[in-house]
């Protein structure tokens, strides 16, 4: 059990840990494929949906599988809350502790808000999402995915490819690949990785092409144009040439590779239209798996914390 | 049953049909006056409310319908959603499909969205709203609250009035009572009505007082200034004096004639203040009772689609 | 019980039933210690959060009170409501009374529109704040807070502190502190200060120090920014001066009195940081409690409304 844990960033959890999050994850896709989807396991528990900023899948998913589990869940959203009666964010959390709550889920623009929050409240918090910093349930449940496919994980060939410098499921995701024994290689132009990059011990590389043969999975980061202040790096046809997967790219991968990706894609970006909407492909390209999954992995998690919680 | 099913325009039932959805909602009505206003016909099953469109009355119905099922429901909005990040409605759908959903209540501003979402999804879904084309389930609350009236719909009068132009549910509704033996009466100006209901077969005039004394049923449209692009026809003067219903017209109507309107009135001018607030005549106005009814039938629509349904 | 009543103003209770709502509040209490913190008693009754205005606390509040007596829950926000479409507040209102709800919570910025509401529809109403006028859970949970530290509030020195020209909760708690045999002070400037005060038999000050030393409770009133027109009176130091809370006057309070705010605070103004963060003295600040307490005292307030309801 992880009872009353915080998971604010991929390495808070040990191997040991997320195997268990995904053992447990199966148990929960079982129930996801019966007629009732539900289980009673956390009933009477409630628990906050926390999100300063917007997000349909995230935050959906989290609700499903609180629901799915039986659990009450709250939304809360910035739009409507008293941020804007100029209520600072601890108070807001403050009164959300005061609610007698089981365990806050929170998104947050800024990196690092979240140890900040967890220092203060006595409650569980799963981190949904920080700035550019982390996102650790996307790591959990894309490990999960590439479990399901590969059924091992040891050993296997991963390249993440795109903005580092923007993405925080990069980050999360790379070390939960590398600490579950997966190689790990990164593959950005060097104004979109990030400078800590280069201490994480695995390998840099900027075309896409000198790796793409190799790689069990292909593992498409989104182009965070939302979280850029500047101009699109260099260009969107230069992105495309050294890092977009098209057909030609997907056909000179491994047979038995797949393609992954956070959602949403930015079609024509990251992976061309033809890439997303071909038939003969379909079984390769992961991202709906990837949703189905969160669903399984985030009923998984919230069980293994809050099963054998004592009351705050 | 109806296991499965679509429900994109008010034709995609037939005669049989509509007839099961109204059969079934007696018994929901029923349950709507028990102390306990709730069964637990489709615990375990989650339905989706996803509106790109802002609406009171159509989804809270659904959101009241689901929950009295003991469903789960999800609320998504377009403001709230990933739309924001440039997501296409095709992604958004593919994403909540993914989260093994188990039926979509869609509403969206453009026509024949509907099909294109459907034909791509493997789940039922509900149309609740495309922009000026169909709005089926207020059909189906409609024949309801009429049948509920006059015992029968056959050979009844209906006078439907305004703008035809912009308004989804003067489509469904004429195919509707047209399909279930209702005699239908379109009065509208020809510059607010769309040349392809000269085919349908109704008899079309301009002047509600050709047609007021005659009528069982006066179905007064509502002025969709929202969905107006140019200046209101001719002028609200006009539109009064030619097609508002007020206390002189309502005293020319037959004694056990109603009144109807999908709301919300613009008050002064579909209808006018006395005739909305008079207490003589408030067992005419059938309103409320089409709201009422609005979850009774949207209960067992669910229910005829979703109680049988296998996994997907 | 107070089966079928309608709450808007405190003086609708008299002593007897706040003291029900009090005593039942501590029933509830004990559930929300509980592991399972839910009761059935509100099954298959539906409560409808209306919020005219934005609110995290007391509308999340009032949703976790009813979903933990089983009721179902549907929030109304004037945002995605109809009200953008033009309807009138009545109309909206109806439709929602047409969905057969068992109870409406509404928060609204115009003074009065309770009584306009709670006149035309048949079923219970609490008021959640009406403009600068009354906010009556607000007192019952203050009460409730005050009854659990001191065990009885005969005769116990209130003084209220600030804004009261702007505060609805100043209102509420004069008249219920008062009903309930409480020595209210009203501390403000004459320019904080709405004529009709003056007629309420109590003490006026103008200075915090004239009676800080002899409280049991000081309860600060939130500054109103949002709702003031003009620039903030008479400056925010002068406000500090005379008004604010601060170490200094801390220490000079009983020793076992409290601090009590209806939140969120504005640091720095009503209460100073130090205050606000000071361990040695965080058993006396009680704005934790009253959030805690609210849901408890909203749990009572809508099982003593509701369990007994005949249907509408």
Chains 1, 2, 3 share one sequence.
Do not use: C, W
Not at 16 to 41: C, H, I, W
């Amino acid at each position: 059990m992880l009872t009353g844990r915080n998971l604010i960033r991929a390495s808070d959890l040990n191997e040991q840990e997320v195997g268990l999050v995904l053992k447990n994850a199966d148990s929960f896709m079982e129930v996801l494929k019966r007629k009732v989807k539900k289980v009673p396991t956390l009933r009477g528990k409630t628990i906050a949906n926390i999100f300063f900023e917007p997000s349909t899948r995230t935050r959906n998913s989290f609700e499903l599988a609180a629901k799915r589990l039986s659990a009450d869940l709250v939304n809360f959203s910035a739009s409507s809350s008293a941020l804007k009666k100029g209520e600072s964010i601890m108070d807001t959390i403050e009164t959300i502790i005061s609610l007698k709550l089981n365990l806050l889920v929170v998104r947050h623009g800024h990196s690092g808000v979240m140890d900040f929050i967890s220092g203060k409240v006595g409650i569980p918090l799963i981190n949904a999402g920080d700035g550019k910093n982390q996102h650790p349930t996307q790591a959990l449940l894309d490990t999960y995915t590439i479990k399901q496919k590969f059924g091992s994980l040891q050993g296997l060939k991963v390249a993440l490819v795109g903005d580092f410098l923007n993405s925080r499921v990069a980050r999360s995701n790379v070390e939960m690949f590398s600490r579950m024994g997966m190689e790990v290689i990164v593959v950005a132009p060097s104004m979109l990785l990030p400078e800590d990059y280069s201490v994480l011990g695995t390998d840099i590389l900027s075309d896409i092409d000198q790796v793409i043969d190799q790689v069990d999975v292909l593992y498409m980061l989104r182009m965070q144009f939302e979280r850029q202040n500047r101009r699109f790096y260099p260009s969107i046809r230069e992105y495309n040439r050294f890092l977009g997967l098209d057909r030609k790219r997907l056909n000179n991968m491994k047979k038995d590779s797949v393609v992954m990706h956070p959602g949403p894609v930015n079609r024509g970006i990251e992976i061309s239209e033809e890439v997303m909407d071909s038939r003969d492909s379909k079984d390769r390209i992961l991202i709906s798996n990837q949703v189905t999954h969160g669903v399984a992995v985030r009923m998984s998690l919230l069980y293994l914390i809050l099963s054998q919680q004592e009351e705050p």
